[in-house]
């Protein structure tokens, strides 16, 4: 049986970590565990090395008419510049691979490629939550979902920003060889084989609009009230203006409702309660206005895509090193990591 050709399309700039995780997954000799296993090609236009974001020079073994030969090609993230404008010879060696039925894949920006080459139309795909808006603004007819780590939609694979990367790999092994390989794959690498949640529990909520001048007077007065009931109507009046015409100009001028500001704001400080505070779930719950856990519980998963206990036991220590950093310095931090 011939091994599984996986192709890599290099370009310059390219980030190493995005890189080395298809090279450690898929390059490394595995055949210990499987036999044969994946057979890992790099691809460029030209011959010449090509260098990483960290100055790192990479000799490609193949040129780009090599993806249409691979059973899945691999884009890597890629430099702003190529987001922007992807290179055309890569592209149309994307476009002609994914018209000869191969398995196209990305790793964060690299979903800009793809979707220049309008694999991605009419399809679920996501990248880094940074890149989130501007990919959707650049191509209306891609789906971006901003909150998962990887999109699988069959012949056509999309992974989140950096880490996920490792996600999407060990997700392609566990389609190809089954979930008992990819797990000891994660293990050799010291991973999970799954990470619970996707990466909305790593984008700070977003501070909407203009929140200068009146405005802005209103939403700080209902930050300092999230503990206690808050309708339209309250906003409003200290807005001195009706219900109706205040909903309409906090649309207008933040880009959501009255109501959905303040479910943000009650998730936000419920995910800093949870960060510094030893808190209960149910105190937390009351504190950010939720008033009970259930409720706490359902908001917060659907927007952070991961419970509150489970988000406290991944984040609670960044504020507290953070602010070893602070107060105490190098040697505070150390030990404020050591206890983890």
């Not at 030209?46 to 691999?74: H, I, K």
């Not at 404008?85 to 920006?109: M, Q």
């Not at 909520?205 to 009230?225: I, K, Q, S, Y």
């Amino acid at each position: 049986m011939a091994p599984h050709v996986i192709a890599v399309a290099l370009t310059d700039g390219l980030p190493i970590f995005e890189l080395s995780v298809p090279v450690e997954v898929f390059g490394s000799d595995r055949s210990d565990i499987v036999s044969p296993w994946y057979e890992l090609r790099l691809c460029a236009e030209g011959p010449d090395p090509v260098r990483t974001a960290g100055g790192l020079a990479v000799a490609p073994q193949y040129g780009l008419d090599a993806l249409a030969q691979a059973d899945t090609v691999l884009v890597p993230a890629c430099t702003r510049a190529n987001q922007v404008d992807p290179p055309p010879a890569l592209v149309a060696a994307v476009r002609a691979a994914h018209a000869a039925g191969k398995r196209i894949v990305s790793i964060c920006t690299g979903a800009y490629v793809l979707a220049a080459a309008g694999v991605l139309d009419g399809r679920r795909a996501t990248t880094h939550w940074l890149n989130a808006h501007d990919l959707a603004y650049r191509y209306p007819a891609v789906q971006v979902d901003s909150r998962v780590l990887y999109v699988d939609e069959g012949s056509v694979l999309t992974s989140a920003g950096t880490a996920a990367a490792i996600d999407l790999c060990l997700h392609l092994v566990r389609r190809d060889h089954g979930a008992a390989v990819a797990n000891e794959i994660a293990r050799r690498m010291v991973v999970p084989p799954h990470r619970e949640g996707g990466q909305a529990q790593f984008v700070q909520p977003a501070v909407h609009g203009d929140e200068r001048g009146d405005l802005g007077v209103v939403l700080a007065w209902a930050r300092e009230r999230l503990d206690r009931p808050l309708v339209v109507a309250d906003l409003a009046d200290q807005a001195h203006l009706s219900p109706r015409t205040f909903a309409r100009r906090f649309r207008d001028e933040v880009g959501v409702t009255p109501l959905q500001w303040i479910l943000e704001q009650r998730v936000r400080l419920a995910q800093e309660l949870l960060e510094m505070t030893d808190d209960s779930v149910e105190q937390i719950a009351r504190r950010a206005g939720f008033g009970t856990s259930a409720s706490l519980r359902q908001h917060f998963g659907r927007i952070i895509s991961v419970s509150p206990q489970s988000y406290r036991h991944v984040f609670r220590y960044r504020s507290r090193a953070a602010g070893a950093r602070q107060s105490g310095g190098e040697e505070a931090l150390v030990a404020t990591i050591g206890r983890k």
